[in-house]
């Protein structure tokens, strides 16, 4: 994103005042998703908890297709580990109960993209939640 200096000092001061309202979580300047959590960006959000976010893709492959991020800043599946393992099952548990309240009973996909061979445009862990039709049975 290409932001002019004086959007970029007011975004600074967002993200500032951001970290310091959700102290324990790392907000990265440059990160979408941090910035999506933050409040910074807007987002249609369905969920949110002092922990994660969920909120509708921007576009959408699925009719229903959400994403549910942590507002700590979490590279990827790659970036889990034991001290985080605990906030990665809090979003997926989130995930199920998101699915649940959009009326995905007869089923839904969780998907979560993991470097550039997975094709992972965002750099900040995300489970996309895919349902609201039957889903192509490839998954690869
Ligand atoms: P991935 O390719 O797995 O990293 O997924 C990133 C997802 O973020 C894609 O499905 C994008 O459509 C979605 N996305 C990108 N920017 C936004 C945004 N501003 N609001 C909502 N979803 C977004």
Same mark, same amino acid.
């Given at each position: 994103?290409?932001?002019?200096? @004086?959007?970029?000092? !007011? &975004? ?5 005042? !951001? ?13 979408? *998703?941090? #910035?999506?959590?933050? $409040? ?6 369905? +969920? ?6 969920? *909120? =509708? ?9 959400? &994403? ?9 599946? !790659? $970036? ?8 990665? $099952?809090?979003? &997926?548990?989130?995930?199920? #109960?998101? %699915? %649940? ?6 089923? +839904? =996909?969780?998907?979560?993209?993991? @470097? ?10 995300? *489970?996309?939640?895919? $349902? @609201? ?8």
């Amino acid at each position: 994103m290409v932001l002019r200096n @004086g959007h970029n000092r !007011s &975004l600074q001061s967002a993200v500032k005042n !951001s970290a310091i309202l959700h102290k324990e979580c790392s907000i990265m300047e440059n990160c979408l *998703f941090c #910035k999506i959590a933050a $409040g910074i960006i807007p987002s249609t959000r369905v +969920y949110e908890d002092e922990l994660c976010v969920a *909120f =509708r893709d921007i576009a959408p492959q699925a009719p229903t297709h959400i &994403l549910v991020i942590p507002r700590e800043h979490i590279s990827g599946m !790659s $970036g889990i580990n034991e001290e985080n393992a605990a906030l990665a $099952g809090h979003c &997926l548990a989130v995930a199920a #109960k998101v %699915a %649940a309240a959009e009326g995905l009973e007869n089923g +839904y =996909r969780i998907v979560s993209n993991c @470097g550039d061979d997975a094709g992972q445009t965002v750099h900040h862990l995300h *489970f996309h939640i895919l $349902g @609201g039709k039957k889903l192509s049975l490839e998954m690869a």
